[in-house]
């Protein structure tokens, strides 16, 4: 076992004579009671029964609501619930997901997502249809706190299908939201679980890419799933940081294995891109910082961008944007 599986946990294989349903709908919550209601209720209402689907709660030990009282009331009997006895963090209680999940097809869906009428049905079609394939996901629509549609992730496909040159795509920026995405057990016990030297962002980047490696995967141009995004004022400067560091990690993760599936020339090439991607992100939340008067984060901000992608192009794009989030904010400042 080489260092890259040392960070994952194993997904053991079902024993033999244990029930198999098709489906586990496997919902990881954490203090997201007031969601959940709506993400059992967007499953429930396409239920195919026990035989054909396990549906879990699995709560990294909730502190803020209660959890257990909405899945027993919405469930009533019909969603499993189990809660770790201690938070684990979130990788941790994904693995948890994964290894508790009896179905074939593995969809996680997070206690704050939903899923659209029909999804079960039109996914369970394309890995009828596409038998090869480890992985499918469809099209997504990004809602707010209050559940209003916002925008829809880019068309990957016109048409329902197996998708070409997938790893080339997939490992230049993350394009699959989590509750769009099924996938067969059997993948997880052949690759394992989440690599959990990720803290808080980009296992699931680094897992799509990993599954892209070694399986075809197909995708279903209808919006089925939606996924609920934080909005830009709940990202604090440490929680910014901490997310360049962790596409950082996950890029280099990637790095490790990328070459022995595509020429190293073009592995580079990918990553190089990749990263120059999230460099550019994180110059627009550095400067949003900065427009907000908050110098020394800022700049500390802008020196993890340079450890992201150091290069002419993003150093000169990020000098810039300092410079024009300073004056806006001196601007402001005057005025008022």
């Known amino acids: 076992m080489n260092d890259q599986y040392q960070n994952r946990a194993t997904i053991s294989s079902i024993l033999n004579g244990t029930p198999r349903p098709l489906w586990s709908v496997m919902i990881p919550n954490y203090n997201s009671a007031n969601y959940l209601r709506q993400t059992l209720k967007s499953v429930l209402d396409q239920d195919p029964g026990p035989d054909i689907m396990q549906i879990e709660v699995i709560d990294d030990h909730s502190t803020k609501d209660d959890p257990k009282a909405v899945v027993e009331e919405v469930g009533r009997g019909r969603v499993g619930f189990y809660q770790q006895p201690q938070n684990v963090g979130f990788i941790r209680n994904f693995e948890t997901c994964l290894q508790r999940a009896r179905g074939q097809l593995i969809h996680q869906l997070h206690g704050d997502d939903c899923v659209q009428d029909g999804f079960y049905r039109k996914m369970q079609q394309v890995f009828e249809h596409n038998p090869e394939i480890g992985a499918a996901f469809c099209r997504h629509i990004y809602i707010d706190a209050d559940g209003h549609w916002h925008t829809i992730s880019r068309l990957e496909k016109p048409e329902s299908g197996v998708l070409s040159n997938w790893l080339e795509q997939i490992a230049i920026e993350q394009r699959i939201a989590t509750p769009s995405i099924v996938v067969r057990r059997s993948v997880y016990e052949h690759l394992g679980g989440f690599d959990r030297r990720i803290v808080c962002c980009g296992e699931d980047w680094e897992m799509w890419v990993r599954i892209a490696a070694h399986y075809p995967v197909a995708y279903e141009p209808e919006p089925l799933a939606l996924y609920r995004f934080k909005p830009l004022e709940s990202l604090t400067p440490k929680r910014i940081q901490q997310i360049m560091q962790d596409m950082r990690m996950a890029s ?17 090439k990918l990553l190089n891109k990749a990263r120059k991607n999230y460099a550019l992100w994180s110059i627009e939340k550095t400067s949003q910082m900065l427009s907000k008067g908050d110098i020394g984060a800022g700049f500390e901000l802008f020196h993890e961008v340079l450890k992201c992608h150091k290069s002419f192009e993003t150093v000169v794009r990020a000098i810039l944007k300092l410079l024009k989030s300073q004056l806006i904010h001196t601007l402001t400042q005057t005025r008022n």
Do not use: F
């Open 252 to 268: 280099e993760i990637i790095q490790s294995y990328l070459p022995n599936y595509l020429p190293q020339s073009t592995a580079a």
